[in-house]
């Protein structure tokens, strides 16, 4: 099977702005959760969607939002972009069945905010 | 509460020498344990899992791990370091559904 992509890799972006990542599961699974690492706060959780709907969220501000689609792919927004929002977002994918599963990572789109 | 902290940020051991990496978990619920490792530029991935069964997990690459519920840890360990360890692992517990908490990582140096 294949893996977890994400596009894209590498992103620059300016104050203000805002931008849009894009995550694809492994086929069959329908969960993806969404995380932020950075070298200060280490990984930390953003939200989760399951069959388009989202079922966990994360302490961050309301500029951080996503979507899951049909065919269970994801988007992560944040809007009004700032300095400390440069990092590398991970996603990850499962069947969304239970807290003993097993979340398999992308390898993370990584902005920089100028 | 849930959280999962990892003793020491930077840990260097010898080529051959036993790995040894510090997790201590809170958990207001049966725990879920995972432990991950991140190459450079890459994504996280599993090395092993506790959920529930044995209290020895083995994982991938010749690593394995000891839950002790006692000690609230869960600490990763390898007997013998190949260069080819050097990387970041992190510790993390699952909450619920799929929301894990991440330690902050530890930073493995291998010394030929």
């Known amino acids: 099977k294949a893996g977890v992509t994400q596009t894209p890799r590498y992103l620059i972006k300016t104050r203000g702005q805002q931008v849009t990542l894009s995550c694809s599961p492994i086929s069959g699974h329908r969960s993806v959760s969404w995380y932020q690492q950075t070298p200060g706060q280490g990984l930390q959780f953003l939200f989760e969607?399951?069959?388009?709907?989202?079922?966990n969220k994360g302490n961050f501000p309301g500029r951080f939002s996503g979507r899951q689609f049909s065919n269970s792919r994801s988007e992560m927004n944040v809007s009004t972009l700032e300095l400390g929002d440069s990092a590398l977002y991970l996603c990850a994918s499962s069947t969304g069945q239970g807290r003993a599963e097993t979340q398999y990572f992308g390898p993370g789109t990584r902005l920089l905010v100028l | 509460a849930q959280s999962v902290t990892q003793l020491g940020s930077h840990v260097s051991v010898s080529e051959g020498a036993l790995v040894l990496l510090r997790c201590n978990y809170s958990s207001s619920v049966p725990p879920y344990l995972f432990w991950y490792v991140q190459y450079p530029n890459q994504g996280l991935q599993l090395l092993l899992k506790?959920?529930?069964?044995?209290?020895l997990v083995k994982g991938i690459n010749g690593f394995e791990a000891e839950f002790k519920k006692s000690e609230t840890s869960f600490h990763l360990t390898k007997p013998s370091a190949h260069m080819s360890d050097a990387a970041e692992y992190f510790c993390?517990?699952?909450?619920?559904?799929?929301?894990?908490?991440f330690g902050t990582g530890t930073s493995l140096t291998v010394i030929p």
């Open positions: 993390a517990v699952s909450v619920t559904g799929n929301q894990f908490y």
């Open positions: 969607y399951f069959s388009e709907t989202q079922r």
């Open positions: 506790y959920t529930s069964a044995a209290t």
